[in-house]
C-alpha cells in the first residue's frame, strides 16, 4: 500500500509540467488519472501510457472506480493523482475520500467560464465548487511547477470577495 503523494486538477492531465517537475519533487512511481470518459477510450489511454517514461506506471480510472481505490489506498505504488476538472475532485470528496490538499494546475477558457487566476477559468458553478472546497479545510492551492510559490485558492476567493 503506498501514498498519493500529490492530487492535481490539470486539464490537459499528463503533460511537460507533470513528467518534468511533479514526478521528481514528489517522487511519484505512478499516475493515476481520473476521468469517466477517458476510462473508456483505450486508444487515447494507450497514447497517454506512452507519453510517461518507461520506469512510471499509469492507472486510468473511472471516478466509481478511483473511489473504492482511493478509500481502501490500495495503490501500490507512490502515485500522482490526476483530474481534468474541479467536479471530479467533489465527486471524489463527496463520496468520503480523504484528501487534504489539491494543485490546481490549468483550466482552459469555455463556454461559460471566465479568467479565475492566471491560467484558470472557471465557471461560476467551479468557483462554487472550489469554495466548498476551501470551506471543508481543504488547502486548494495554484502552482504549476514545485519551483513556484503555491498561491492559496483560499486568498483568491476572498481577494474576490467571493
Do not use: C
Amino acid at each position: 500500500m503506498a501514498e498519493v503523494v500529490l492530487y492535481r486538477i490539470d486539464e490537459r492531465l499528463i503533460h511537460g509540467q507533470v513528467m518534468t517537475a511533479w514526478l521528481g519533487t514528489v517522487g511519484a512511481e505512478n499516475i493515476a488519472i481520473i476521468d469517466d470518459i477517458l476510462s473508456k477510450d483505450s486508444f487515447m489511454q494507450n497514447i497517454f501510457k506512452m507519453a510517461v517514461p518507461q520506469e512510471i506506471s499509469v492507472d486510468i480510472l473511472s471516478v466509481n472506480d478511483a473511489i473504492d481505490v482511493l478509500k481502501k489506498q490500495s495503490f501500490k505504488k507512490r502515485t500522482i493523482v490526476l483530474m481534468k476538472t474541479i467536479k471530479t475532485a467533489t465527486r471524489l470528496i463527496d463520496a468520503g475520500v480523504k484528501i487534504d490538499s489539491i494543485n490546481l494546475g490549468g483550466i482552459g477558457a469555455a463556454a461559460g467560464r471566465k479568467p479565475f487566476y492566471k491560467n484558470v477559468f472557471a465557471s461560476p458553478e467551479e468557483v462554487e465548487m472550489l469554495k466548498k472546497l476551501v470551506n471543508k479545510g481543504i488547502n486548494v492551492y495554484y502552482q504549476v511547477v514545485p519551483e513556484q510559490s503555491a498561491v492559496s485558492i483560499k486568498k483568491i476567493l476572498e481577494d474576490k470577495g467571493v
